[in-house]
Each structure stands twice: as structure tokens, then as C-alpha cells.
């Protein structure tokens, strides 16, 4: 693994919904093959700033970016950038699953045959390969023709990882992706994050401190500091670091339960 | 004291009770009755008239040669209503995923309640409509000596139809949750083929039951197109003909029979018809419904 290669770059970024600011000048470097945990209290900009990499603000009116995401060298905020094939690299997990009302097997290739044809053949691979992957296959390979939502939520959490991973994306977001999960469910998610880390950059929003602790290598803190203002990043370090010995009074009075 | 308050509370809930019941089921009663009262009245035709002649003969000439064929007016109503569902639909259907999908929000607050005070123009004014505008046109747009077609009442009950279309479809639309479109963008989909692929499928019940009663509005109409078809009943094949379909001939004949004759009665049979095709659609339409609720 190669511990210090820089994926994306992030420079004096702030957001604005209409002309209410609420992320200001962060600046930061995600490695890749790693995972980097956002934490911090509820409502300070953490799913807005993880939907700023897939640019899926965008689907709200009225929102506004500044600065840059450099990801391998090119801001994606320029003009010239291709969305839906930025989106195709850049996978998305939501907090709540929500897999498609279609079958197992339509959910999964919902995603590569909107980027190209493939045969039947391939698309059968494809499925086995991305379910494998998301170590659902074993739970589901007898069933792949019936209604994604039967299954069970941890099921589904884990379908819709590898409906991401059918696209063969580069990163991969994550928005508390557990939250709605029962602890069993959620052990299952984690350890499937740690393989995945070894092919894939992923960013995790997540309010659960233990589970940034657990699974994350880098940890960003982000804070409100008072109503009305926007977020900042408060510190970035290795999530050891931040665990064990913040260099901000703030970050320790958060990781230690004292607000949030 | 108290108990007879207790006793008073009892007495109200099971008067309450009992009204609401009564009506309830009056409906239920007045529709029983409706086709209690479509079969007693068309019960003397069936008995005299050769049913297979009926249903099988070409000639509707009631008063003439008093002959009964059902055929003309069948294939007269379903001219009409045929034509109306092949422009209703990709109109109706279209119109729906560009209010509820595409447009921006201060469009659809707009064209929703335009389009749903449409369904409440009456349909002699659209009938009006019919002849002074759209008959002139089709005459001359297809060189023909009369412009009362089946086309003419195709294109008018499908502009009738529309606003019920439209409506139900983009319900079912503005039903389908966001966390399927957010899904379908997150994958690299585009606006056009999250909706194509993604909500049309999920709100399919929705729409099929908007056509359906889009359907039953198309197939009871009568005033428009009593006045805009021509009323002509003849077997025909195409649009370019004048028809007549089986309610405008309700509608044309009843007044000159005579009441309790075989004339009189043939009409009550093809309203039986009428009602039992209606009927149907409504039927399959409540299950597509009821199918949405479920999901």
C-alpha cells in the first residue's frame, strides 16, 4: 500500500446554500487506498461537504462552491468536467439504504449498463464480482431475481456497496452508512470498509466517534463554532492522533463527550 | 346522573354509527338498483330479439328495417375511443414526467391547477369547440365533404381525458421517493435516464391507473361526441368517416321511441353493454390502485 499518495486535494473550499454560508476554508489532503472519517456534531456541514466530491449539491437549488477539489490533479469544479463520468468514478453510499424497488441482480447493473452495453454474459460476471466483493454473494446468489427490497436492511446496505462497486469506481462516499443499522449489520459494513480501503479511497461521514476510531487512518474534525457561522475544519490528522492526543482543546472536548 | 350521561354518549355514538352505515350503503343500494333497473328495461328486448342477431348484425336501423345490429356501434365507439387513447396517452404520459420531472418548480405550481380546471369544462362547451374549430380544420386538412369524423371525436375526448391523465400520472411520480433518484444520479445517471429508468418504472401502477380512468372517461362520454362525430352509424374503418358510438345513439334515439317498445328497450341493452364495459375498466383500474397503496 502506498501510505502517502495524495488522491484528492482540497483548497480553501466553502459552500453556500443561497447566501447562507456554511462550510468555510478548509484545506485538506485525502490520501488514497485509505479511509479518512469526517466527524463532528450533528448539522455542521458533514454530509454537505462529503456530497461536494460527487458534486450531488448540484441537485439542490441555489447552492454555491468556492475554491477547489483537486482529485489526480484536476479541479472538478471546472467547467469543462464531465459530471455524470466524475460521478461514475466517484461512488456514493447513503445513510439510509436505498436500493432501487427492482430486483438484486437489475440493481446491480443498473449502474455499468448506463456507461455501456455489455452482453449477458459479462453483466453475470459483473454481478457475481460486485456482490463477492461486498460479501453478499453467499447470502443472495439463489435469489438474485427477487425484489432488492426484501431483503434486510443490513442486506440492503451492503447491495447497495456493491451496486457502487459494480461501476468500478476510484472513491467511494460514504455517508453514515451504519447509522440505520443493527450492531451485527454494522460490524459487517466495517469490516467490509477494510478490505475495500486496499482498492479504494473512501471518505466516511460518520457521528459514531468508536467506528471513525475503528475503521478510519485519517479523521477530520468539523465544527460550528457559533450560530451563524459557517463550519470549519478544526483539525486533520492521523485518527490515532486525534484519538489519543488532539492538538486542539476543541476536538478533545468533542471526542471526549463534552458536546455533540 | 352520570349515567345518564354515559347513556346519552351511548345512544349518540350509535345513532352516528347507524347514519354513516345508511349511507354507505345507500350507494351500494342506488347502484344495485341502476342495473337492476338497465336489465328489467332491456330484459323485453333480449326475450324478442335474436341475441346473436344483435350482436352479430351490421345494420343499426331501429325505426326503418328494425333491425338491431350492435356492430356499427361498437366498432363506432371503439374507433373513437381507440384514436382517443393513441393521442391521449404519449400526450398525457409526456406531459406528466415534463411537470413532474423536468419542469422548475414555479412551471408545475403553475400548469398543475391549469391543467386540472381543464377537467371542469363542460363537455357541451368542448362539443362547441369541436365543430366551430377542430371539424373545419380535419375538412380541409383531408379534403373531406364533412369534417364530423370519428377523428374529430378522437382528438376532442382526448384532449377531455388529458387533465385526468396528467394529474394521476404526475401524482404517482411526485410519489416516487428521492432516495431511488439520488440513488440513480450518485451512479452517473442523467437527469433523463434517472427518469426513464428509474422513477417511470417506479411509479407504473400510478400511471396505468391514470390511463385507465383517463379510459373511462373516454368510453362514457356522450355530449361531445353526440356532437362532433357525425352520427352516422355505419360500419366503418376509418377516422375519416363520420361514426356513431353507443352513447351518443343512447342519447340521439331515446326521446323519439316509444316507451316500451322493442326500440325503446334495444337502447336499455346497449346501455347494459355499456355499463358492464365501463364497469370493467373501473375494475381493473381500482386494482392498479390498489396496487400503488400497497407498495
Request: net charge positive.
Amino acid at each position: 500500500m502506498n501510505d502517502d499518495k495524495i488522491k484528492i486535494k482540497v483548497r480553501n473550499y466553502g459552500f453556500y446554500y443561497g447566501t447562507v454560508k456554511v462550510l468555510s476554508d478548509v484545506n485538506m489532503d485525502i490520501q488514497e487506498n485509505a479511509i479518512t472519517s469526517i466527524i463532528g456534531p450533528s448539522g455542521c456541514g458533514k454530509t454537505t461537504f462529503l456530497r461536494t466530491f460527487n458534486r450531488m449539491n448540484e441537485l439542490l437549488p441555489n447552492t454555491r462552491v468556492e475554491g477547489e477539489i483537486i482529485i489526480d490533479g484536476i479541479d472538478i469544479y471546472k467547467d469543462n468536467i464531465d459530471v455524470v463520468d466524475l460521478r461514475k468514478r466517484i461512488g456514493m453510499v447513503f445513510q439510509r439504504p436505498n436500493p432501487f424497488p427492482k430486483t438484486i441482480y437489475e440493481n446491480i447493473i443498473y449502474g455499468p449498463r448506463l456507461h455501456r452495453k455489455y452482453t449477458k454474459k459479462q453483466l453475470g460476471s459483473i454481478v457475481e464480482s460486485s456482490l463477492k466483493r461486498a460479501a453478499l454473494w453467499d447470502e443472495v446468489k439463489h435469489k438474485l431475481n427477487t425484489n432488492a427490497l426484501d431483503l434486510s436492511g443490513g442486506q440492503q446496505q451492503r447491495l447497495c456497496i456493491a451496486r457502487v462497486l459494480a461501476v468500478n469506481p476510484e472513491i467511494i462516499l460514504m455517508d453514515e452508512p451504519a447509522s440505520a443499522l443493527d450492531p451485527i449489520s454494522t460490524q459487517k459494513i466495517e469490516d467490509l470498509m477494510d478490505e475495500l480501503k486496499e482498492n479504494y479511497t473512501i471518505i466516511i461521514v460518520t457521528h459514531n466517534m468508536q467506528q471513525a476510531a475503528r475503521v478510519s487512518q485519517k479523521a477530520a474534525f468539523l465544527l460550528t463554532e457559533s450560530t451563524g457561522e459557517p463550519a470549519t475544519l478544526i483539525e486533520y490528522d492521523d485518527t490515532n492522533k486525534i484519538f489519543t492526543n488532539p492538538r486542539d482543546k476543541r476536538t478533545e472536548d468533542y471526542i471526549t463527550g463534552r458536546f455533540g | 346522573m352520570a349515567r345518564l350521561k354515559t347513556r346519552l354518549r351511548d345512544i349518540k355514538s350509535f345513532i352516528i354509527y347507524r347514519f354513516v352505515f345508511l349511507n354507505g350503503i345507500i350507494s351500494i343500494i342506488v347502484l344495485g338498483l341502476i342495473l337492476a333497473f338497465l336489465i328489467a328495461n332491456s330484459i323485453r328486448f333480449f326475450l324478442s330479439y335474436p341475441i346473436l342477431e344483435f350482436l352479430t348484425g351490421q345494420k343499426w336501423s331501429p325505426t326503418v328495417l328494425e333491425k338491431f345490429g350492435f356492430l356499427p356501434l361498437l366498432t363506432g365507439s371503439l374507433l373513437v375511443t381507440f384514436g382517443a387513447i393513441v393521442i391521449a396517452i404519449p400526450l398525457g404520459i409526456g406531459s406528466a414526467i415534463y411537470i413532474g420531472e423536468l419542469a422548475p418548480r414555479a412551471v408545475r405550481e403553475i400548469l398543475k391547477p391549469i391543467i386540472e380546471v381543464l377537467a371542469t369544462i363542460p363537455s357541451v362547451v368542448i362539443g362547441f369547440i369541436g365543430i366551430k374549430l377542430l371539424a373545419p380544420i380535419i375538412k380541409d386538412l383531408f379534403n373531406l365533404s364533412i369534417g364530423l369524423t370519428a377523428l374529430a371525436g378522437s382528438v376532442m375526448l382526448a384532449f377531455m381525458s388529458l387533465p385526468t391523465i396528467i394529474s394521476i400520472s404526475e401524482d404517482a411520480i411526485n410519489a416516487v421517493p428521492n432516495r431511488y433518484r439520488h440513488a440513480s444520479v450518485a451512479l452517473g445517471a442523467t437527469k433523463w435516464e434517472t427518469t426513464y429508468r428509474t422513477v417511470i418504472p417506479s411509479a407504473s401502477s400510478g400511471i396505468a391507473a391514470a390511463v385507465m380512468l383517463g379510459l373511462g372517461r373516454i368510453v362514457g362520454e356522450t355530449m361531445t361526441v353526440l356532437m362532433i362525430t357525425g352520427n352516422s352509424p355505419r360500419i366503418v374503418f376509418s377516422w375519416l368517416q363520420p361514426v356513431r358510438t353507443i352513447t351518443a345513439t343512447i342519447a340521439a334515439e331515446m326521446g323519439e321511441t316509444v316507451q316500451g317498445g322493442l326500440h325503446y328497450s334495444s337502447l336499455f341493452a346497449i346501455g347494459l353493454i355499456l355499463f358492464l364495459i365501463t364497469f370493467l375498466i373501473n375494475f381493473i383500474s381500482d386494482r392498479f390502485i390498489n396496487k400503488i397503496r400497497e407498495s
